[in-house]
């Protein structure tokens, strides 16, 4: 008797995660719809859905990079200073540049406070 092999199941897009079937509504998204499997996991279950999460591609969407080839994605990680090999799972890969770029977007938006502080005998400039 052989035992399922979950991890070739998760990667052609056969299961939800290694060990969790897809449920009765993920498994219409897939085969009926044909919506990707990295859509469904992320909870993309009808076209209209689907559609949406292919058009908006704005830089807060977790679905932005599915569409991108793992090479692309190492690539992506790479700049960021992510140290990643081929063996890293796509979805993993691309938690870990949502997460570095998350960080890298946090850094920018960290802008200093100025304050003008001013009496009758002298102005100056304060940055926190």
Partial sequence: ????????LYAKGRCKIPGVPWN?????????????ADYVRKGVLTLEDYDKAR???DE????????ESKEKLLLRAKELGIDATSDVREDDL????EEEQKKLD???????????????????????
């Fill in 1 to 8: 008797m052989s035992t399922v092999n979950w991890a070739n």
């Fill in 24 to 36: 009765n509504e993920e498994l219409n998204a897939r085969y009926q719809l044909k919506i990707p």
């Fill in 55 to 57: 058009k908006e591609g």
């Fill in 60 to 67: 807060n969407s977790p679905l932005l990079s599915i569409d």
């Fill in 94 to 97: 691309i938690r870990l540049i």
């Fill in 106 to 128: 946090e850094k920018v938006e960290e802008k200093p406070k100025i304050k003008k502080i001013s009496n009758k005998k002298e102005s100056k400039v304060v940055v926190d």
